[in-house]
């Protein structure tokens, strides 16, 4: 390998750590990406909190499932909750609810609600913030049809 070769790639290395702080400080803010994750640059700086799971909470309608069929969306929803909490805004929820109806052929409607805190930068006081998706059975083999909703948590 020539020295020139090496410098290049030593100077794209520098460049690439020098730009990621950055970019990752801008990927949690905007979608939640879990700031102790990717190298963690942004867990000094983030104003969103830490904390192990967004309350999440889902509903299965119009089914009686037997044991495999609830042990299987179980499933779905711990890795739904492990990869949103990585990933955050970035791990669609259609993919669970793509997952539930092909488990569960008799669910029709299906619907996850979490809340998320956000640190007001006006205020500095957190507030909550309610999100819910909601999914039903597209006809044949139509995707699901989602709606999502968003609105204050309730003060308590």
Not at 13 to 34: D, S
Not at 78 to 85: A, G, I, K, P, S
Not at 130 to 154: F, H, K, L
Request: glycine residues 4%; charged residues 25%.
């Amino acid at each position: 390998m020539s020295l020139r070769l090496k410098q290049r790639i030593l100077c794209i290395a520098v460049v690439v750590l020098t730009l990621w702080p950055l970019a990752h400080h801008f990927l949690v803010e905007r979608y939640g990406l879990n700031k102790w994750s990717f190298m963690g640059f942004s867990m000094y700086i983030s104003k969103r909190p830490v904390y192990p799971r967004e309350s999440i909470r889902t509903n299965v309608f119009g089914a009686r499932l037997d044991m495999p069929q609830q042990a299987a969306i179980a499933r779905a929803i711990l890795r739904y909750q492990r990869l949103r909490f990585e990933y955050g805004q970035l791990y669609d929820p259609a993919r669970l609810a793509r997952e539930v109806f092909e488990v569960a052929p008799p669910v029709q409607r299906f619907s996850v609600e979490y809340d998320v805190l956000n640190m007001n930068r006006e205020t500095a006081k957190f507030e909550g913030q309610r999100v819910q998706y909601a999914a039903r059975r597209g006809a044949g083999d139509e995707e699901p049809i989602w709606t999502e909703e968003s609105r204050p948590v309730p003060e308590r």
